[in-house]
């Protein structure tokens, strides 16, 4: 007799469904229906843990292809910045493997994954001496949206440590100068 799955392990279950649903059929043609039938449950027990497609299929998406980890602050400010970028680029990547999502859920994620780099560099450049409320929102969220600007634009490669050297440390060092002086 098969025993009932439940929480973690049908939960597990149920996204690797969706995210074989998603691969192989698509996001247009992905149902609850077809998550359910392949996780081996009933639709009311997809929907009582996802509200709908978007949100399952974003849980199965984040399952696959994580939020980015914590900053490294090794105290290389340049390699620092360089591994949280190259940590956006492959969480950007991953999100390419879904195809035909849709142009909402797409730009959410996308967008998810622009704001954790920036997150992760207001940390490295803290770590770095430099005052983020000093350097501002904008010049630290530039490195992330360059990266993401390239990727999205139909750009396969994206040339971080160019954004690195040629914009984002000369603009920190000028406004660490500016607090200083």
């Known amino acids: 007799m098969e025993t009932r799955?439940?929480?973690?392990?049908?939960?597990?279950?149920?996204?690797?469904?969706?995210?074989?649903?998603?691969?192989?059929?698509?996001?247009?043609?992905?149902?609850?229906?077809?998550?359910?039938?392949?996780?081996?449950?009933?639709?009311?027990?997809?929907?009582?843990?996802?509200?709908?497609?978007?949100?399952?299929?974003?849980?199965?998406i984040e399952r696959r292809v994580p939020r980015l980890g914590g900053p490294p602050c090794t105290g290389d400010l340049r390699a620092d910045v360089l591994a949280v970028l190259d940590s956006l680029i492959g969480a950007l990547h991953g999100l390419r493997v879904v195809g035909d999502l849709d142009a909402e859920l797409t730009t959410r994620l996308r967008h998810r994954a622009v704001?954790?780099?920036?997150?992760?560099?207001?940390?490295?450049?803290?770590?770095?001496?430099?005052?983020?409320?000093?350097?501002?929102p904008h010049v630290l969220r530039l490195p992330a949206?360059?990266?993401?600007?390239?990727?999205?634009?139909?750009?396969?490669?994206?040339?971080?440590?160019?954004?690195?050297?040629?914009?984002?440390?000369p603009l920190l060092r000028l406004r660490g100068a500016a607090d200083q002086g």
């Open 5 to 60: 799955r439940r929480g973690a392990g049908l939960e597990a279950a149920i996204l690797d469904a969706a995210w074989a649903e998603l691969t192989e059929t698509g996001y247009a043609r992905l149902t609850m229906a077809g998550v359910a039938a392949r996780a081996g449950t009933s639709k009311p027990v997809v929907y009582r843990r996802w509200s709908g497609r978007a949100e399952l299929v974003t849980a199965a």
């Open 115 to 136: 704001d954790d780099a920036t997150g992760q560099l207001t940390d490295v450049v803290a770590a770095a001496g430099y005052d983020p409320a000093a350097i501002g």
């Open 145 to 169: 949206a360059l990266i993401h600007h390239d990727l999205s634009g139909g750009t396969v490669t994206a040339d971080p440590a160019a954004i690195v050297d040629e914009t984002f440390l």
